[in-house]
């Protein structure tokens, strides 16, 4: 079926990106978003090798990791604090905690529980309004706390660029997002070794840039059947 042949696309455009940086094609995730998808689609992919899928609404997360249980899901949207109890235990990675907020609200749960929550700080590097996430300028001054929270591991940084039918208006935003986490990295000590950035229309720029989990959906789900 045409997942087995975009597979392959795909993964090929990954490491001509990553050859053009000087990088391994193995240090980079590719994250399936299967937000467009039903259960029996992504449980497809997840059946064909692509372990790494990602939600952006929690409550389809819930449906869909009860399907694919196999899966590393990766919550990829907003969450709310009201739905930790039910979503982080399903998540291998949040890559949205786009406030302090919500960030306090990982590092409690995650205190009470004992293990400490994956995630990525989503910063707005677009500056869109209608974007959520972190203003650039107020992250350097999170690191002041990330360490000393122990009920997270943050792991690195995430952004979305503005969209464009021309993948290089992304760079500049990527740029940034690699130059704070470095910023970020050195002011704490953390290792911080995840860029999330990069989606279907600009992923080959993310990987240029430094991205380590790129997020595709459509161009992955093209022409799949639309399987109930």
């Known amino acids: ?14 490491a001509d990106a990553a050859r053009r940086a000087g990088r391994d094609p193995n240090d980079i995730t ?30 389809e997360l819930w449906k869909k990791a ?36 919500l960030l306090d609200a990982l590092d409690a749960f995650g205190r009470a529980r004992g293990t400490p929550v994956p995630v990525l700080l989503e910063v707005n590097c677009s500056r869109e309004a209608a974007k959520g996430g972190l203003r650039p300028e107020d992250v350097p001054a999170l690191g002041d706390t990330l360490a000393s929270r122990a009920g997270v591991a943050v792991r690195g940084l995430m952004t979305m660029a503005a969209y464009s039918d021309d993948p290089e208006t992304a760079r500049p ?19 911080l070794p995840d860029l999330s950035m990069g989606m279907s229309g600009d992923f080959e720029v993310g990987v240029e840039e430094g991205a380590t989990l790129v997020r595709v959906g459509s161009t992955l789900f093209e022409g799949l059947p639309a399987l109930e």
């Open 1 to 14: 079926m045409t997942a087995v042949d975009l597979r392959p696309v795909l993964a090929d455009r990954l």
């Open 173 to 191: 935003a990527f740029a940034e997002l690699r130059r704070l986490r470095d910023r970020l990295r050195a002011a704490t000590g953390l290792p």
């Open 66 to 101: 009860a399907a694919v249980p196999t899966a590393r899901w990766h919550l990829i949207g907003h969450l709310q604090r009201n739905k930790l109890d039910r979503t982080v235990p399903l998540v291998s990675l949040a890559h949205s905690v786009d406030s302090e907020r």
């Open 30 to 59: 590719l994250v399936a978003v299967t937000k467009t998808v039903t259960p029996a689609v992504a449980a497809v992919v997840a059946g064909l090798g692509t372990l790494d899928l990602g939600e952006s609404r929690p409550q």
